[in-house]
């Protein structure tokens, strides 16, 4: 069973950090892209950061760059996203996603969210 847990949500303040974590289960994690998107209610979905299998290529949204930085273990099998200099704005609901190619073809999970705030 595919898994996505995501973690490490909650309030900061404007300027501060907090690091996100996605445990993923049930797939071959060092076989899938790896990213960070985020909603606010009423807006579309937008990809902040992903991480790929090959070099660990890294890209980012042009609004979170040098700011935050996404990062993988695949041993433990897990994805981070390290936000420094949080800003009002940051607020949102962050998900963990996975894409890859397997033998049944191309697969994509999602976790369940965890919401991020940030006061001024």
């Known amino acids: 069973q595919v898994q996505l847990v995501e973690s490490g949500g909650g309030l900061a303040q404007s300027g501060g950090s907090l690091r996100l974590s996605c445990a993923a289960s049930?797939?071959?994690?060092?076989?899938?892209?790896m990213s960070w998107y985020r909603q606010v209610l009423g807006k579309k979905r937008e990809l902040v950061a992903l991480?790929?299998?090959?070099?660990?290529?890294?890209n980012y949204a042009d609004s979170v760059k040098d700011r935050f930085t996404i990062s993988k273990d695949d041993v433990k099998n897990t994805v981070y996203l390290q936000m420094n200099s949080l800003k009002p704005e940051d607020t949102a609901l962050y998900y963990c996603?996975?894409?890859?190619?397997?033998?049944?073809?191309?697969?994509?999970?999602w976790g369940q969210g965890t919401q991020v705030t940030v006061s001024s």
């Open positions: 996603n996975a894409i890859g190619l397997t033998f049944a073809g191309l697969r994509e999970y």
């Open positions: 049930g797939f071959t994690f060092s076989g899938f892209d």
């Open positions: 991480i790929g299998t090959t070099n660990g290529r890294t």
